[in-house]
């Protein structure tokens, strides 16, 4: 079983990518980001997860979301061998979590005002 939960911050600017799709009317849509989880104790470095999520969820979470906000991500790890070189041998592994589940765990933005910080709504 391939099952991956996180919960962290997004970390970067999250990247939208369209694609055409010959299927449908719409474009293939790709949002892709990393995600920084925190560690189990205090003071340690975060651990850096680079996560993409497709379509209508990839829209939603650049539409409500960005840099700094508190997610729970649920999916899978998918991992790709990638050589710079161009060979088909060898070259480093790069895992990826592919969210089938993205949720909002501070208040979203809305696209007419930027969103409060958490617990500071309405204050």
Do not use: C
């Not at 849509?29 to 989880?37: E, G, P, Y």
């Not at 998918?78 to 592994?93: H, T, V």
């Not at 895992?95 to 204050?123: H, M």
């Amino acid at each position: 079983m391939n099952t991956v939960h996180l919960v962290g911050k997004i970390a970067t600017d999250i990247r939208l990518r369209e694609f055409p799709s010959t299927k449908r009317a719409e474009p293939i849509v790709k949002a892709s980001f990393l995600l920084a989880v925190p560690p189990p104790t205090k003071g340690g470095e975060p651990d850096w997860v680079p996560v993409e999520t497709w379509n209508i969820q990839a829209r939603n979470l650049a539409r409500f979301n960005r840099k700094g906000s508190r997610i729970a991500v649920s999916g899978r790890l998918r991992s790709r061998f990638y050589d710079p070189n161009g060979k088909e041998r060898g070259g480093s592994l790069h895992p990826t979590v592919v969210a089938d589940g993205i949720d909002y765990l501070t208040q979203p933005r809305t696209e007419a005002a930027p969103a409060a910080p958490a617990g500071k709504a309405g204050k």
